[in-house]
T-cell receptor
């Protein structure tokens, strides 16, 4: 199993540009989520999904869109990049049933810089 | 307000010593309290987790102590090793969703 994969690893955008951060998992996890990590602030939840076709907002959803058309994929879209969105982005997934419920597996992250 | 407060921000421990990191939460609906370990350039990895029906959970050198009435929980790392040097995050969630993370503790274990 590849686990949780994220692409790209690094990205530089200009203010106003849009892009999609890709996330995929091959563990058949129902729950997937996106976080951003900024120095001294831990990880903050952007959006999450409990299954295909179902998404909801986290703590810091403004400026980001998500969709979940399959169990495996959960892309994060930046509509119009701003310097405040410079951060490291992590995707995570977990089961929602069984003895390992809630145990989140994280991807390697995407480091995004907006100039 | 859903919030998880973590302390200290940084910690230096001698090899073989005990590392202790504390967290406090506000939302009594939280029912799952994990700790994650993160090495530089990597994603966080689940270390150990506890649910509020027990007061302590131990896995190897790592122990979570949980105080439901005080709304506090802590991570103890026994016999700390240089390889434990990393950033540690506590977290909390209700029903496994909308996990709230603490700000993190940078641990350095001196050889």
């Amino acid at each position: 199993n590849a686990g949780v994969t994220q692409t790209p690893k690094f990205q530089v955008l200009k203010t106003g540009q849009s892009m999609t951060l890709q996330c995929a998992q091959d563990m058949n996890h129902e729950y997937m989520s996106w976080y951003r990590q900024d120095p001294g602030m831990g990880l903050r939840l952007i959006h999450y999904s409990v299954g295909a076709g179902i998404t909801d907002q986290g703590e810091v959803p403004n400026g980001y869109n998500v969709s979940r058309s399959t169990t495996e994929d959960f892309p994060l879209r930046l509509l119009s990049a701003a310097p405040s969105q410079t951060s490291v982005y992590f995707c995570a997934s977990s089961l929602t049933w069984g003895p390992h419920t809630y145990e989140q597996y994280f991807g390697p992250g995407t480091r995004l810089t907006v100039t | 307000q859903q919030q998880v407060k973590q302390s200290p921000q940084s910690l230096i421990v001698q090899k073989g010593g005990i590392s202790i990191i504390n967290c406090a939460y506000e939302n009594t609906a939280f029912d799952y309290f994990p700790w994650y370990q993160q090495f530089p350039g990597k994603g966080p990895a689940l270390l150990i987790a506890i649910r509020p029906d027990v007061s302590e959970k131990k896995e190897g050198r790592f122990t979570i102590s949980f105080n439901k009435s005080a709304k506090q929980f802590s991570l103890h790392i026994m016999d700390s090793q240089p390889g434990d040097s990393a950033t540690y995050f506590c977290a909390a969630s209700a029903g496994g969703f909308k996990t709230i993370f603490g700000a993190g503790t940078r641990l350095f274990v001196k050889a």
